[in-house]
């Protein structure tokens, strides 16, 4: 089993940026294909970014290609998502996520393990 602990979510004015990190305790990442997730209020929760174990791959939802980065750090056990030029229909609780099977989770039955979230707002 393993847990994920997100960080670096706040408050953020539109155009600006964040970096959310997401540490992994209890089993090494080397075994899981990561992905961020997001929720905002009243909506389904829906995939944002993802990247294969090696590093190799990555995938990112059409709303967020060119501004946000997935990267991870093996050795150190941890992903990451930088996000520029944020926008305020970016605003949600950002879910670090590790894959059930080999691949990307995409989805959200895809997942295995979730992180407890962190608050992201852009203010307009």
């Known amino acids: 089993q393993v847990q994920l602990v997100e960080s670096g979510g706040g408050l953020v004015q539109a155009g600006g940026s964040l970096r959310l990190s997401c540490i992994a305790s209890?089993?090494?990442?080397?075994?899981?294909?990561m992905g961020w997730f997001r929720q905002a209020p009243g909506k389904d929760r829906e995939s944002v970014a993802g990247?294969?174990?090696?590093?190799?791959?990555?995938y990112y939802t059409d709303s967020v290609k060119g501004r946000f980065t997935i990267s991870r750090d093996n050795a150190k056990n941890t992903v990451y998502l930088q996000m520029n030029s944020l926008k305020p229909e970016d605003t949600a609780d950002y879910y670090c996520?590790?894959?059930?099977?080999?691949?990307?989770?995409?989805?959200?039955?895809?997942?295995?393990?979730w992180g407890q979230g962190t608050q992201v707002t852009v203010s307009s």
């Open positions: 990247i294969n174990r090696s590093g190799t791959g990555t």
């Open positions: 996520a590790a894959s059930r099977w080999r691949g990307i989770p995409t989805t959200t039955g895809l997942v295995a393990y």
């Open positions: 209890g089993r090494t990442l080397n075994d899981y294909d």
